[in-house]
């Protein structure tokens, strides 16, 4: 039973579906940037942005590229569905975020709830819904309805302008803007209530006999939709089953429209949703169904194909082009009326997989039709009628074949003068068939070296030409008996021989593996002209076509063309915008384009405007296989392209018009891979950038969702650009580093025949670090002034400290040594008169100018020291002071402990300051080795409290300070003391010793 059944609903599919026009839905989803294949809502902003609300958030898209939208203002929310996505009247976007309603400002990422005023009972399912007036409600399902009270901001079922029958609950609210009334639909039955009145009309109460108030089975009614035609639409259950009705307000009476919808299918299925779009269509949709109603049949047609998958559709949204977008669990599909129609043929399937090598229209004349025969290495030939379906070739081979190389078929072409149909298979096998009886003469001839024949044309004269896969060209001439000798071989090339074209002056083409490509007089087989094969990149040619009179074009690896008259030949490559370098079949059109089959898909080149249009999903083209190996141009201009195991037809003509571009639009910028100003582009308004935010990215559409991957995108940017460049596949125009200045940016798209939209533009200023500001500059200028200056002040005082120094110098060695001098000059002379009457006067005289001799030589021997350069380290004053204590002391024979913190290494002291300290301590080591009495001492440098500290002990006598004569020497050393800014204490007892505590601060 469950097998007829299975049976049972196969077969309605099938013939539903063949029904159909099989339009073409192009996908989007999660590998296109999606971000749920989920998707709930959508909305079309005045921009023309598309709004998609799924399971994961909200979404932008601009044609090309998804943006994600977050909440941040209040708070930041995490990711949650957005169910449902509405434009109020003052141009608010209201949205459904989880649980949450209420207006939501993309540029700011801000989101207003709107609260309920009391808890509701809200989990059998929520819609929110607009009136002309502006009114927003929400009706909870099964339930009530709800409003927006602007004036208290919260959503409540008080004082509601819709009026619904006690104890009703509601499912839908649709407003009928002619007659204003309200049709309320209810799990009880059919309500209508009229605003202008105030009148409620239900079951039991209908004085004006609305319809579907009244009738006992229309209960649950879960959508109501009234058409342009005033045509009534109800859905409603009934204890097993969705059912429809429609009542024809013009005739007044119910018709059979939605009879259609009744179908008792086996899988469930709940139509929830009705769209009527701006062609008039209307269109039904929910779970496991979309319909769309044909006015001439009176029914509804089912949108369900192979490449058109879904469970549940949430909302189907017409945008401004009034293309169709269908919010589905598996994804968003996109659908256009202006999508042309693309005709495909499967071959079944078996365990041998097909391979399709050729394709032609033969015509049965008698029979006045014209069919489609395929050469299929492997069962042979396949033959298609007009509409693509497939008819029975057996007869064909309804005798024994001779060989198995019989099935396994090359090439097909069909004698013009005759009608037959000579047939090219493997190991030189030949047919020669009646398209009509499909009476069959096998031969293998001879001459053909039981070589595969791999192409068969005929030139204008009726002659039949053959090439074979080991080179050899042969030809029949036309009348001929068909027995060996009616074959010559013409010619023998190296290789093999894939294809032959005879052109449009009847000369024949050859394509060979080996030696690229000729051109052969077909009367004498002459070698007119010969395109060696490093021409064609050293890549064999198995595709040719001929443009016009004198373009042709040569395929395999990449695509070649040859211009007969110039002698141009021009190499096409992905680089160039090719969409493959493979070349699966070329085909030239009537209007001068020629048609490309690659492993990537189908493109169209313009040959005289240098381009490429790609033609993908959108087009129809989603099921094209990526491989294949020839294609041809019907008669009535159609073009064919062959799989491996399908065969896909199209009318180039419907391709071949282009509309005026639009102009595009910003549609977003990253600064460094960071999105700003995501919904707040304008071209107006310049920005301002510092000068570390030099790194952008912008993208660019013309919100142009049906033709979009058929215009191109150009930039340029002042200063940096001279000319427009590419913007590339993905719409965008990347600068980095820019320098600090001020910037245009321009762009623009063009159509597939370089027609251009209007110029966009976008003005910015990249701002320049401070040290390029012109303050910077007059702060540095200034600052270079008074470095000058500063310069000059120390070189200044540098001459000045320079002169202080000679000044004290000399000072020192006119004070020191001139009263020196004077001293000895006098002592010379006493002692010159003394020399002989008093020897022991002169004796002492001598002794007296000896000391004064060493201490003037002892001072010399201080300032020379004091002025040196290399004796600026505390490691040289602190040598020369320990010399200087050696020699006092250890002659007086008293010993001494000279002590140093490592700190006091590390000092700087300027000259001056050494020079003092170097005399205060050697006036008090002189002081203990002239006064102490004492046999040892201790002398010690240390830093307390950022002070340099000099200790001089000595364990002597001791004296009085009260009683002791100050003298030159403590008057000095107190006065070199307070030059230096520091203190110097004397501290003595008597029996005790002396202590001289010399403190310098440190700077």
């Known amino acids: 039973m469950k097998r007829l059944l299975a049976i049972f609903l196969f077969l309605w599919l099938s013939q539903e579906i063949l029904a159909n026009s099989n339009p073409f839905f192009n996908h989007l989803g999660v590998k296109d940037g999606l971000a749920s294949n989920h998707v709930l809502s959508l909305w079309q902003d005045k921009k023309g942005f598309m709004w998609i609300g799924t399971s994961n958030g909200l979404q932008r898209y601009d044609g ?30 209201w949205i459904n975020y989880g649980s949450h309603y209420g207006i939501y400002n993309p540029a700011e990422q801000s989101f207003r709830e709107i609260p309920f005023e009391k ?46 029958p006690q104890n009703y609950r509601v499912n839908r609210l649709f407003e009928d803007t002619k007659t204003g009334f309200y049709w309320i639909a209810c799990e009880e039955g059919m309500a209508v209530y009229d605003p202008k009145s105030d009148k409620l009309s239900y079951r039991g109460h209908n004085p004006a006999f609305y319809p579907f108030i009244d009738q006992e089975e229309f209960k649950i009614v879960t959508s109501y939709h009234i058409d342009k035609d005033r045509k009534h639409w109800i859905s409603y259950w009934s204890p097993f089953d969705q059912l429809f009705a429609s009542y024809n307000e013009n005739l007044g009476k119910y018709t059979d429209d939605a009879a259609s919808l009744n179908h008792k299918n086996l899988d469930y299925r709940e139509i929830r949703h009705t769209l009527e779009s701006k062609r008039d269509e209307l269109w039904k949709y929910g779970v496991n169904g979309l319909y769309k109603f044909d006015p001439e049949g009176n029914e509804f047609e089912l949108f369900r194909f192979e490449y058109f998958n879904y469970s549940e559709i949430s909302q189907v949204y017409e945008d401004r082009e009034g293309a169709l977008w269908m919010a589905t669990d598996e994804g968003l599909y996109h659908f256009t009326h202006t999508s ?45 009628d007009e509409n693509l379906k497939a008819r029975p070739s057996d007869p064909i081979y309804r005798a024994p074949a001779p060989k198995i190389e019989i099935r396994q078929t090359w090439t097909i072409c ?42 068969i044309v005929q030139d204008g004269e009726g002659n039949i030409w053959f090439s074979t896969q080991k080179g050899d060209l042969l030809k029949y001439k036309k009348g001929s008996p068909l027995h060996n000798d009616s074959f010559e071989k013409v010619r023998a090339f190296n290789g093999y021989t894939f294809i032959n074209m005879v052109d449009s002056k009847d000369r024949l083409w050859v394509g060979s593996s080996h030696d690229g490509a000729y051109c052969l007089d077909l009367t004498t087989g002459e070698v007119l002209l010969h395109l060696e094969k490093s021409v064609f990149r050293n890549s064999p040619l198995t595709k040719m076509a001929q443009l016009n009179d004198s373009i042709f074009f040569f395929g395999h690896e990449l695509l070649h063309t040859f211009n007969e008259k110039s002698g ?91 509309l005026k571009p639009e102009r595009p639009t ?208 505390m490691e040289k004053v602190l040598a020369r002071m320990r010399e200087f204590a050696n020699s006092v002391l250890e002659a007086k024979d008293i010993t001494f402990k000279f002590e140093v913190e490592d700190k006091i290494y590390q000092v700087k002291i300027p000259m001056e300051t050494r020079r003092d300290l170097f005399l205060i301590y050697k006036e008090a080591v002189n002081n203990l080795a002239k006064y102490a009495q004492c046999n040892r001492a201790f002398i010690q440098f240390s830093i307390k409290k950022k002070m340099l500290q000099l200790l001089v002990q000595d364990y002597g006598k001791g004296f009085n300070l009260k009683e002791a004569d100050e003298g030159n020497g403590l008057s000095n050393m107190q006065k070199r003391a307070e030059k230096m800014k520091g203190t110097l204490i004397i501290c003595s007892k008597l029996g005790e010793g002396t202590q001289v505590i010399l403190n310098i601060p440190l700077h």
């Open 568 to 658: 141009e030949i021009r190499t096409l490559s992905y680089s160039e915008g090719l969409v493959s370098n493979g070349i699966n079949a070329i085909v030239p059109d009537s209007d001068a384009f020629l048609w490309v089959c690659t492993p990537n898909g189908i493109c169209r080149y313009n040959y005289f405007q240098h381009s490429f249009t790609k033609y993908g999903d959108k087009d129809g083209f989603g099921q094209v296989e990526l491989d294949g190996t020839s294609g041809i141009k019907c008669a009535n201009g159609k073009i064919l392209f062959l799989g491996y195991n399908s065969m896909v037809r199209f009318n180039p003509v419907h391709f071949n018009h282009s």
């Open 64 to 93: 090309n590229s998804f943006m994600y939208f977050s909440i941040q203002k209040p708070e930041i929310l995490p990711a949650m569905p957005v169910k449902l996505i509405m434009e109020d009247k003052e141009g608010n976007m």
């Open 414 to 455: 069909q004698d013009k003068l005759t009608g037959k149909v000579w047939v090219g298979n493997q190991a030189g096998w030949l047919q020669w068939i009646d398209p009509e009886t499909l009476e069959t003469h096998t031969f293998n001839f001879p001459i053909f070296g039981k070589s595969t024949i791999r192409s």
């Open 340 to 384: 042309t129609e693309v005709d495909y043929y499967f071959a079944p399937k078996r365990e041998i997989s097909y391979s399709f090598n050729a394709v032609r229209e033969i015509f049965l004349p008698n029979k006045r039709q014209t069919q489609f025969w395929i050469a299929d290495w492997g069962t042979g030939i396949h033959i298609l």
């Open 666 to 873: 910003l549609t977003s910028i990253k600064l460094f891979d960071q999105a700003i100003f995501v919904d707040s582009l304008t071209t107006e308004k310049k920005r301002t950038f510092r000068h570390d935010q030099n790194a952008f990215t912008f993208n660019f559409s013309t919100l142009n969702y049906t033709y979009q991957d058929k215009l191109k995108y150009f930039h340029r940017l002042s200063g940096i650009d001279l000319d427009w460049r590419g913007s590339g596949s993905g719409n965008m125009a990347v600068y980095s580093l820019l320098p600090p200045g001020d910037y245009m940016l321009e762009f623009k798209s063009e159509n597939e025949e370089r027609v251009s939209s209007a110029i966009g533009t976008f003005y910015f200023r990249v701002t320049p670090p401070f040290y390029e500001t012109w303050w910077f500059r007059l702060v540095l200028g200034s600052m270079g002034i008074g470095i000058v200056y500063t310069f000059f002040r120390l070189n200044l005082n540098r001459i000045l400290a320079v002169m202080k120094v000679r000044n004290r110098v000399a000072r020192d060695l006119h004070d020191d040594m001139g009263s020196t001098l004077s001293t000895i000059n006098i002592l010379s002379s006493m002692a010159k008169t003394k020399l002989h009457t008093d020897p022991v006067k002169t004796s002492e005289y001598l002794s007296k100018i000896s000391e004064n001799s060493q201490r003037m030589m002892e001072a010399m021997d201080d300032i020379v020291w004091s002025i040196k350069p290399q004796n600026d380290s």
């Open 119 to 164: 808890d509701e009972n809200r989990s059998k399912g929520e819609l929110l819904y607009q009136d002309s007036y502006g009114n927003i409600f929400i009706i909870l399902v099964r339930q009530k309805i709800l409003w927006y009270n602007q004036s208290k901001g919260v959503f409540t079922d008080q004082g509601i302008p819709v009026r619904v």
